[in-house]
């Protein structure tokens, strides 16, 4: 759940007469987004999202994330696009934070994704690889390997309350995924956190991509095992094959694979599950008494890090 | 900030599908009121707002709080409108709680009331007030002499822990509100509760009235003293003369209070404020470790209590 910064109405009033988009007929706190303030204004031109940055994003990666949406939007991605000011700028102040305002994206977000949407997942993600092709901004992923680690250092010596060997486990399989880490693969701007959750429908059919702001720069088939582990695995545990092949082709039919990509993907998808183990448990050990947010379990993450370590080939993931 | 309750996209498109309001676009969980969960539903027909009941409101009262809307929306009175399925009903349930979908109604409300919205919510007021004269049924107000009663005997084993001697001089306030409290005033279906955050306006002009979860059955000039208090104290706990006026003008143009109901109105506005100083104090004793609400301070309700039992004639309100 979101922090609600509260916005009186003059100060609203005052910041939305920059823009060229009439007067406030309504704006209303919503409950998306764990990191930022949302507020679904809706003004006399349509609707929008305002958005106030809260302390947890970075202010200077907030030019890069807006500039993204908006290089985007201008090749036809569905996600929410940056409305200027009538002086240029997407990015200015409200109640002492930054603050942007960003088209209304219909759709909503599926709980029980079916193969036919992760198969509009795995097109969506490779039309936004394409697209990203010709962004200028770069933005080191501060995630990966070297993230890793230091989260790993955070969480080793508390990690046994979790589960017993769980630090030492983890230790070695994050040497393991250094050690076989690839050094080059396809590159560009990835999403990184494509999860249901930030993928919209109407009805079963895709409407778009939301919440960029883990976006960066690395490997484009590390965000499509990004989507392995988010999209394809059952609230069971269980791997879904056919939600993998389904992904894997609609992806591939917009971007095919390399073949050292496909040959790396059960590795990237050990990093991916890594990633999101680590932030989990790093979330679980550091539990702020009161907050809003009960923390995700990351063991659910372990599960499907053992899969991929068992995953030898491309096969697994229902690659020919 | 309200509870959420989380509804699945499968789940609501069948219940959308009950009604004549086309697809789903989106759906959010937004931040107001306090008892219930509260959705801004965007579809192919527009945008409202989707309630589910939680338990702080009682189910049986609901067919009371939907059908004054709609018999308030069929006079003109700008609040939510419930919105009826296929079947007739307005009332259904979702996620396993009461759910009803009423009409968006555009407008923010006002942080920092001026005497120019004091008049207009005193006019809105006395029309809400007219318009529910032929209103066919009846609640009775659980928040009046004996709901004070109630409350206060709950309260008064720790009341003092809040201010020394709080609990006998609330006990004899209610003692003396009993005694004096009038048998007869004009009576009908009132909002009690109209304070800011209940009043919307587009720029300065009203647009409507929300949140009729506390109306009932009680004297007309009740529901304008709870107004006095809501309404027309500033932050520093002055009363602001020349709102109460114009809210009192505003009231009066559409509906001239009688000479007994103004002669009442100290008495009454004493009333309400030991109300909304009861609901606080309960609250403040009884807080819910680690809740999301921060409850408020009673003690703002006994300065406004004071003022009034100052106040002996109505002229204290600005009135001739």
Same mark, same amino acid.
């Given at each position: 759940?979101?922090?609600?910064?509260?916005?009186?109405?003059? *100060?609203?009033?005052?910041?939305?007469?920059?823009?060229?988009?009439?007067?406030?007929?309504?704006?209303?706190?919503?409950?998306?987004?764990?990191?930022?303030?949302?507020?679904?204004?809706?003004?006399?031109?349509?609707?929008?999202?305002?958005?106030?940055?809260?302390?947890?994003?970075?202010?200077?990666?907030?030019?890069?994330?807006?500039?993204?949406?908006?290089?985007? +939007?201008?090749?036809?991605?569905?996600?929410? #696009?940056?409305?200027?000011? !009538?002086?240029?700028?997407?990015?200015?102040?409200?109640?002492?934070?930054?603050?942007?305002?960003?088209?209304?994206?219909?759709?909503?977000?599926? !709980?029980?994704?079916? +193969? *036919?949407?992760?198969?509009?997942?795995?097109?969506?993600?490779?039309?936004?690889?394409?697209?990203?092709?010709?962004? +200028?901004?770069?933005?080191?992923?501060?995630?990966?390997?070297?993230?890793?680690?230091?989260?790993?250092?955070?969480?080793?010596?508390?990690?046994? #309350?979790?589960?017993? *060997?769980?630090?030492?486990?983890?230790?070695?399989?994050?040497?393991?995924?250094?050690?076989?880490? $690839?050094?080059?693969?396809?590159?560009?701007?990835?999403?990184?956190?494509?999860?249901?959750?930030?993928?919209?429908?109407?009805?079963?059919?895709?409407?778009?991509?939301?919440?960029?702001?883990?976006?960066?720069?690395?490997?484009?088939?590390?965000?499509?095992?990004?989507?392995?582990?988010?999209?394809?695995?059952?609230?069971?545990?269980?791997?879904?094959?056919?939600? +993998?092949?389904?992904?894997?082709?609609?992806?591939?039919?917009?971007? $095919?694979?390399?073949?050292?990509?496909? !040959?790396?993907? $059960?590795?990237?998808?050990?990093?991916?599950?890594?990633?999101?183990?680590? #932030? !989990?448990?790093?979330?679980?050990?550091?539990?702020? $008494?009161?907050?809003?947010?009960?923390?995700?379990?990351?063991?659910?993450?372990?599960?499907?890090?053992?899969?991929?370590?068992?995953? #030898?080939?491309?096969?697994?993931?229902?690659?020919?």
């Amino acid at each position: 759940m979101a922090v609600y910064t509260e916005i009186g109405d003059v *100060e609203l009033a005052a910041f939305v007469a920059q823009y060229d988009i009439g007067r406030v007929l309504s704006c209303k706190g919503i409950a998306e987004g764990v990191e930022n303030s949302n507020y679904l204004l809706q003004t006399e031109r349509g609707s929008f999202i305002l958005t106030l940055y809260e302390k947890r994003v970075r202010e200077a990666d907030l030019p890069f994330f807006l500039s993204l949406m908006d290089h985007l +939007a201008a090749r036809r991605i569905p996600c929410p #696009t940056p409305v200027h000011g !009538r002086d240029g700028l997407a990015l200015r102040r409200l109640a002492s934070r930054p603050a942007a305002i960003v088209c209304f994206l219909n759709g909503v977000w599926i !709980r029980r994704p079916r +193969a *036919e949407h992760c198969a509009q997942v795995g097109r969506a993600l490779a039309e936004m690889h394409l697209a990203g092709a010709d962004f +200028a901004m770069f933005r080191a992923n501060d995630l990966s390997l070297e993230g890793w680690d230091r989260l790993l250092q955070a969480c080793l010596a508390e990690a046994g #309350t979790v589960k017993p *060997e769980l630090g030492p486990d983890l230790a070695a399989e994050l040497a393991a995924l250094k050690q076989a880490w $690839p050094r080059e693969l396809p590159s560009g701007v990835i999403h990184a956190d494509l999860f249901p959750d930030n993928v919209f429908f109407v009805g079963d059919k895709f409407s778009g991509l939301i919440d960029f702001y883990f976006a960066c720069n690395d490997f484009f088939a590390y965000d499509v095992a990004v989507c392995l582990n988010a999209w394809c695995f059952e609230s069971d545990g269980a791997f879904n094959v056919t939600k +993998a092949r389904a992904l894997l082709q609609g992806y591939g039919k917009i971007r $095919p694979l390399t073949d050292d990509e496909a !040959r790396h993907l $059960p590795l990237l998808a050990r990093g991916a599950a890594l990633r999101f183990l680590l #932030t !989990r448990l790093y979330d679980w050990l550091n539990q702020v $008494p009161g907050a809003l947010v009960k923390p995700k379990d990351p063991l659910e993450y372990l599960r499907k890090l053992n899969f991929h370590r068992a995953a #030898t080939a491309p096969s697994a993931y229902g690659l020919d």
